[in-house]
């Protein structure tokens, strides 16, 4: 863990996993192909998932890859401004941190799995779903986390 010590290697780390995800919700937003393989609102018995599936439809998720980047943006900032290393007890939060993080994606998979099975028409916007939800509470999370670590 001792990788995780230095602030700018949480935040590249951070930045080029946000920036991946931001330009694949950019590019994707409004687009055709993309937009094709979605199914038209209104069609489950569901308000929340009709919900999601208008919001990608409309091609919104460029607003989230907006908001992914500037969180990173914000998190990479913020690592310049402090010049010292995490200590000892930091990065071993920071550590638990990043394994909490694997262990939910992990557990993640069945629970997409069983959705997709469940209405295999609705796979893109689940996984789209699980993949915003996974990813926005990691870069907050770590957000946080650098935020509290600038204060002290």
């Not at 919001?55 to 913020?78: P, R, T």
């Amino acid at each position: 863990m001792k990788i995780l010590r230095k602030p700018q290697t949480n935040a590249v780390i951070i930045s080029v996993i946000s920036i991946f995800y931001a330009l694949v919700f950019i590019l994707t937003s409004r687009h055709l192909e993309f937009e094709r393989i979605l199914n038209h609102a209104d069609t489950l018995n569901s308000a929340f998932w009709n919900e999601w599936s208008a919001f990608l439809k409309q091609g919104n998720m460029k607003y989230i890859g907006y908001a992914y980047i500037a969180i990173a943006l914000a998190i990479v900032i913020l690592s310049i401004i402090r010049k010292r290393d995490y200590d000892e007890y930091q990065t071993g939060i920071l550590g638990k941190g990043v394994m909490v993080m694997g262990m939910t994606m992990v557990c993640l998979f069945p629970i997409a799995l069983l959705l997709v099975l469940s209405d295999p028409l609705y796979s893109v916007e689940t996984l789209m779903f699980l993949v915003v939800a996974h990813w926005s509470i990691a870069l907050i999370a770590d957000l946080i986390y650098v935020i509290q670590w600038v204060k002290s």
